[in-house]
T-cell receptor
Framework: QQQVKQSPQSLIVQKGGISIINCAYE??????FPWYQQFPGKGPALLIA?????SEKKEGRFTISFNKSAKQFSLHIMDSQPGDSATYFC?????????????FGTGTRLTIIP | EAGVTQFPSHSVIEKGQTVTLRCDPI?????LYWYRRVMGKEIKFLLH????????ESGMPNNRFLAERTGGTYSTLKVQPAELEDSGVYFC?????????FGPGTRLTVT
C-alpha cells in the first residue's frame, strides 16, 4: 500500500499566486520529510525539508507546514513563477543509522501560467 | 564537482532480453541508492549500498534484478530477463550524509 499519499496529481496556478501541494502519511516512525523538485530530463533535487519537532519551515518563497497530529504536511509556493513549473514529490524517511531510504508520494505536476 | 551520472539515458529492449544500467555516484559518496518510477506512480526504493556492501535490498522486486557496486565506486543494475512490467525510469542517488543527489535517470522500455 502507498505509505505517503500526495495530492493533487496536477495543479495549474497563475503567476504570482500561491501553489499548495498536500501529503499525508501513516507510519509514525517517519522522522524526516523532504520535498523534491524535478524538471524534465533531470533527476529530483532536494528543495526543502522538515523534521516533526517544528510546525513550519520557510526558505525564500517555499514553506513547509507540518501537522504531526494529523500526519499531514504541505508545500506552499508563494508568488509562484513560471520557472517553478516542475514535478514536485513529497517524501518521508525513517532515519536509521545511515540508511536514509526515501518513501515518495506520487508527484504533483505544477504548471504556472502567465 | 560532477554530479551523479547514469548510462544509458534511454533503453528499449524486447521482453526476455537483458539490460544493464550503470550509475556513477559523486566522488567520495559512500551511500548509493537505486529507485524506480513506474509510469504515473511514486518513485520506489530498490536498494541501498554502503561502499561495496548491500545495506538494504528490501525494495528489489524479484531475483531478475541484480545490483552490484564494484570497489565501492560505480554501480550496475542488471535486469535478466526483462519483463513488460519492468518498464519505467530508474534513478540512482548518492549521498555522504543526509542529502541524496539524484542522477537524471535511465528510461527503460520493455516491448
Amino acid at each position: 500500500q502507498q505509505q505517503v499519499k500526495q495530492s493533487p496529481q496536477s495543479l495549474i496556478v497563475q503567476k504570482g499566486g500561491i501553489s499548495i501541494i498536500n501529503c499525508a502519511y501513516e507510519n509514525t516512525a517517519f522522522d524526516y520529510f523532504p520535498w523534491y523538485q524535478q524538471f524534465p530530463g533531470k533527476g529530483p533535487a532536494l528543495l526543502i525539508a522538515i523534521r516533526p519537532d517544528v510546525s513550519e519551515k520557510k526558505e525564500g518563497r517555499f514553506t513547509i507546514s507540518f501537522n504531526k497530529s494529523a500526519k499531514q504536511f504541505s508545500l506552499h509556493i508563494m508568488d509562484s513563477q513560471p520557472g517553478d513549473s516542475a514535478t514536485y514529490f513529497c517524501a518521508a524517511v525513517i532515519s536509521n543509522f545511515g540508511n536514509e531510504k526515501l518513501t515518495f508520494g506520487t508527484g504533483t505536476r505544477l504548471t504556472i501560467i502567465p | 564537482e560532477a554530479g551523479v551520472t547514469q548510462f544509458p539515458s534511454h533503453s528499449v529492449i524486447e521482453k526476455g532480453q537483458t539490460v544493464t544500467l550503470r550509475c556513477d555516484p559523486i566522488s567520495g559518496h559512500d551511500n548509493l541508492y537505486w529507485y524506480r518510477r513506474v509510469m504515473g506512480k511514486e518513485i520506489k526504493f530498490l536498494l541501498h549500498f554502503v561502499k561495496e556492501s548491500k545495506q538494504d535490498e528490501s525494495g528489489m522486486p524479484n531475483n531478475r534484478f541484480l545490483a552490484e557496486r564494484t570497489g565501492g565506486t560505480y554501480s550496475t543494475l542488471k535486469v535478466q530477463p526483462a519483463e513488460l512490467e519492468d518498464s519505467g525510469v530508474y534513478f540512482c542517488a548518492s549521498s555522504q550524509h543526509n542529502e541524496q543527489y539524484f542522477g537524471p535517470g535511465t528510461r527503460l522500455t520493455v516491448t
